[in-house]
């Protein structure tokens, strides 16, 4: 074997074993508690733990649907047609909880993405740069980047971008050469990334459709018959897979146009200051100034990162004469993605201007128009980002004349300022468990279903669809990616006790379990009015039970 190969297979090696090493950092503070808590916050976690819990309800327990549930907004229900569910792990986790805990095969599936990612960019970026050092940085800046690490804290199916540049390598290889084996892979991957995440189908079109035309224009030719011919044979098998499900969803979208209307598409976006100013997870995010800039963009912090990092930067400048020419071509590719992370028009320090992009239009095309997060579009930029970053540090090797140990050196030292530029800590897990307020209430043979109080915040939602996977009973409230219709939590009466005891009754809401530690002190005095209208049955220091009827 050339001595060649068998450096890049050992400095391939050595990558797995540091991303690994990096997602053991990242995440040391989850460690501890992977089997009884999610990695995160309690905030769309709980949904997509539900999401888990439901796919082993149907598949297993042979019982309900995936694309409709009176589990969740009872008693009318909602499709789940518009849930973000992520079917590739749900399909994984359905088989690993059959041997762990569902919360441990959820956090591993998480972790699983840092170092997958990691593989990928890696067989990636040195395919295109020749060059397996650099590799591994590139590897490092995709998978670590600011946006994934966020995303891992609240969404399982934005967190699953493993499969992306495995496709992105075999779509290239495919329109270069003539190997099946190379379209063959290329049509899985984008099929195992449109099953983790309908973004990322439609992402993966885009990247297919601009792939295209990049030919168009360097072969200055319209119609490129072998490379159009490609391009469906890539994107067939997602199609085919997908295709029921999308058009179940065209069909209750037409009919029922609010779920197209939830969200403006200005909100969650990558501002374009957010590029070089240190997102909320970084460890400078504490720093007044940082703050001060961070709370002036739109969106929540998970949707509003994009950093690209300072010395990513820096090297690209350093660089930028030597690789502009090697480096162009995915510029050129980062630029369209990072103009549809941006939302309608640029957004800078806050501030909306008025220059339009491409996400203007997208916004009024069916099933598109649902796509209301324009920021996740950013995983493409920092894909491309990573190939730039890492012809910038091949050619900067070569520029200053280092030798093999010299070099290895200056692999360490960059890979360490790198490092400290990407490193995010986990510092918030989401305990799973059950109240014993919910063992109180008794197993009728008649369906009935549970008002869990407070109600109208999606976080808390998504607590009650936690405490579901343990109790196993219909629940009032819910919390999906785009609600269907209008149920009975959408017109309950709040105030007048009176009416809702009647509104509960006729629907067959037995139970009413409210979570006094989700109240704020100063109104916990409305607890006495539920004393004096339903029947206590249960009370704690978190929580009490009333029986409606």
Known sequence: ???????????????ILAYCFFTAVFFSPCLKEIALSLIGPAEDNLSHFWDIWWANKVFVGHSGSMAFSNYIFYPEGSSLLFQAFSFYNLFIAVILKQFISPVFAYNLLILST???????????????????????????IFAFNPSHFAHSLHHIELATIQFIPFFVLYFIKALRYNSKKDLFLAGLFFAL????????????????????????????????????KKSVLTLLPAVLI?????????????????????????????????????????????????????????????EQTGYLGIISIVLVILAFKGIKKQAAKYFLAALPFLALSMGTSVHIFGWQSSIPLPYALMKHIPLLSVMHTPSRAIVYVYLFWAVIVSFAIKYLYRAYGFKLIRRGLAFFLVSLLLFCDYYSVCAAITPVYCPP?????????????????????????????????????????????????????SRLELNDLSLQKLQLSVNKVKYIVIHKYLIPLEARGRIRLYKENYRLIYEDEENIVFRVY
Request: charged share 15%; net charge positive.
């Open 437 to 489: 307020a919910y063992k109180t209430i008794g197993k009728d043979t008649e369906k009935f279903g549970i008002l869990d109080l407070p109600a109208y915040n999606y976080m808390y939602a998504a607590r009650y669809m936690m405490y579901q996977t343990f109790h196993a009973l219909p629940i009032v409230q819910g919390y999906i990616s785009r609600r269907v219709g209008k149920p009975l939590i």
């Open 1 to 15: 074997m050339p001595k060649k190969s068998v450096s890049s297979r050992y400095v391939f090696l050595a990558a």
């Open 114 to 140: 840092f170092v997958l990612s990691g593989i990928g960019a890696f067989l990636l970026v040195r395919y295109l740069t020749k060059d397996p050092f650099a590799a591994a940085v590139g590897g490092f």
């Open 242 to 302: 997908l295709g029921p499900w999308l058009f179940k969803m065209a069909k209750v979208g037409l009919n029922h146009p609010e779920t197209a209307g939830l969200r403006n598409p200005d909100i969650f976006v990558i501002d374009l200051l957010a590029l070089i100013v240190p997102h909320p997870y970084h460890a400078l995010a504490d720093s007044s100034i940082f703050q001060y800039i961070n709370t002036r963009f739109t969106g929540n912090p998970w």
């Open 193 to 228: 990334n449109s099953v983790s995440s309908l973004y990322y189908f439609v992402l993966g079109v885009i990247f297919v459709c601009l792939g295209y035309v990049y030919l168009v224009f360097r072969r200055r030719r319209f119609f490129l018959p072998d490379a159009l």
